[in-house]
């Protein structure tokens, strides 16, 4: 009788492992994939290989603001807070039954320090939900509030505000899903659980996630500007 080959089967072959890469071969990765086409502050980076090929890319930062930091951890641990920054994967590899978004991830932070406490965001405005964290194990710790920024012309990041130019334009911040997962062995995880400052929300959120397109990304939500 002939043996039928199952979907698995056909790609079990494919070898895949996750190391540490340099900073020149993540930016222009996540510069052609990612929608914000920017890669921010990073302290580590690590690129997923499958056959050879260089399929997936995230991203590690010490945050923007550092009182992110003390709020999340506390003062003596605001150092080891360490940001999710960028993730992004080649089309062909998204979704499916290998996961290898949370392999890259799950991969990644076992070679993050012990005792790190990493936070991420899913962007409601890319109708984002964060189900690569909830298959990670992450913590969710709820929606970020609503605010507004100053608005930057050009693209630029609202924390680039020069006063010198000062603009009565602002712009809506769209709310994000904020997840944090703790680096470290059984006991060290139990320290950081009992300093870790933001409450753990239950059950993980559930809701439809739209790829976008990654030769023209567009959010799902636009950004609103608005003259105070």
């Not at 991830?105 to 320090?113: A, E, G, R």
């Not at 994000?176 to 006991?187: A, P």
């Amino acid at each position: 009788m002939e043996q039928q080959t199952t979907l698995f089967e056909l790609f079990s072959d494919k070898q895949k492992y996750v190391r540490r890469i340099g900073y020149h071969e993540a930016k222009p990765f996540i510069e052609s994939i990612h929608y914000s086409r920017k890669l921010p502050n990073v302290t580590d980076a690590f690129g997923l290989f499958v056959d050879g090929e260089l399929a997936g890319v995230v991203t590690y930062g010490i945050p923007a603001s550092h009182p992110l930091c003390i709020g999340l951890a506390g003062e003596k641990n605001a150092r080891m807070v360490r940001e999710l920054n960028r993730l992004a994967i080649l089309p062909k590899y998204s979704g499916g039954v290998h996961n290898y978004a949370s392999y890259l991830v799950s991969h990644s932070l076992k070679q993050l320090p012990n005792g790190t406490f990493v936070v991420s965001y899913a962007d409601t405005a890319w109708t984002h939900v964060g189900y690569v964290y909830q298959a990670c194990n992450f913590l969710y710790t709820g929606l970020s509030a609503r605010r507004v920024d100053t608005f930057q012309p050009g693209g630029l990041h609202p924390r680039a505000y020069d006063k010198n130019n000062h603009s009565e334009l602002y712009q809506t911040r769209s709310p994000k899903h904020r997840y944090v997962y703790l680096v470290g062995n059984k006991s060290t995880r139990r320290r950081m659980m009992s300093e870790l400052k933001y409450p753990i929300v239950t059950p993980y959120p559930k809701g439809d996630e739209v790829r976008y397109d990654t030769n023209n990304p567009q959010r799902a939500i636009p950004i609103v500007i608005i003259k105070r």
